[in-house]
């Protein structure tokens, strides 16, 4: 079946940037995602690539796909400690978006 | 941008109740509604697919007679939890999908944490 892994923890400092890293299995994933996660919070989207695209970037955010080594990856420029939270990378196998397949999260401490 | 609610935030409850969560879709009309729940530092595991008007599909491993789901409506789903124990306590999260919107998008909810006695 699909399988997302990540690594389960990061620090960085503030001002820093973080980079988030995810793999999954599935060749035929069609759209993959970041998803953050506040204490006690549900899951906010925070952006998403299609499968054929390489590079999406949105603000503070950069988001890179490496198809070929089924690799993903959230870049955060300049981290602020409000960006402390889990990160969840997902991938969806369906055109339309059902059955997410969610990655177990990344855990983000920012220090001052 | 798309509001999804859910009540309770949170629920206590002896072991032998049944607790119901329920989700709605604030400012849109939800055909589909995911159930998901997530243990402590765990991911979030999907339960079950719920379309308004039809029988929910279970994902394999969740029992339906225990978790009975009812969507009536293009803003509300139901997700009952009956004759919980604390093996149940959980945080559950809903999500839902705009007719309307972009097919690829699901909104979260804000979850509920259920606690079982």
Redesign the interface.
């Known amino acids: 079946g699909e399988d997302v892994e990540q690594s389960l923890f990061l620090s960085v400092r503030e001002g820093d940037s973080s980079v988030i890293n995810c793999t999954y299995t599935d060749s035929s994933s069609?759209?993959l995602y970041w998803?953050k996660q506040e204490p006690?919070?549900?899951?906010?989207?925070l952006t998403?690539i299609f499968s054929n695209m390489d590079m999406k970037q949105d603000q503070r955010l950069t988001v890179l796909l490496n198809k070929k080594d089924k690799h993903l990856s959230l870049r955060i420029a300049d981290t602020q400690t409000g960006d402390s939270a889990i990160y969840?990378c997902a991938e969806?196998i369906s055109?339309?978006?059902?059955?997410?397949v969610?990655?177990?999260?990344t855990r983000l401490s920012v220090l001052p | 941008g798309a509001v999804?609610s859910?009540h309770p935030s949170w629920v206590i409850c002896k072991s032998g109740t049944s607790v119901k969560i329920e989700c709605r879709s604030l400012d849109f009309q939800a055909t589909?509604m995911?159930w998901y729940r997530q243990f402590p530092k765990?991911?979030?595991?999907?339960m079950a697919?719920s379309n308004e008007g039809s029988k929910a599909t279970y994902e394999q491993g969740v029992e339906k007679d225990k978790f009975l789901i009812n969507h009536a409506s293009l803003t509300l789903s139901t997700l009952t939890v009956t004759s919980a124990h604390p093996e149940d306590s959980s945080f559950y999260?809903c999500?839902a999908?705009d007719l309307a919107h972009t097919?690829?998008?699901?909104?979260?909810?804000?979850?509920t944490?259920l606690t079982v006695l």
Do not use: D, K, W
């Not at chain 1, 006690?40 to 989207?45: K, V």
């Not at chain 1, 055109?95 to 997410?100: D, E, R, W």
């Not at chain 1, 969610?102 to 999260?105: A, E, I, R, T, V």
């Not at chain 2, 097919?103 to 979850?111: A, K, N, T």
């Open positions: 069609t759209y998803y006690g919070a549900g899951l906010q989207l998403y969840f969806s055109l339309y978006g059902q059955n997410f969610f990655g177990p999260g | 999804v859910q589909t995911f765990q991911s979030l595991m999907l697919t999260i999500s999908r097919r690829y998008e699901q909104f979260f909810g804000p979850g944490r």
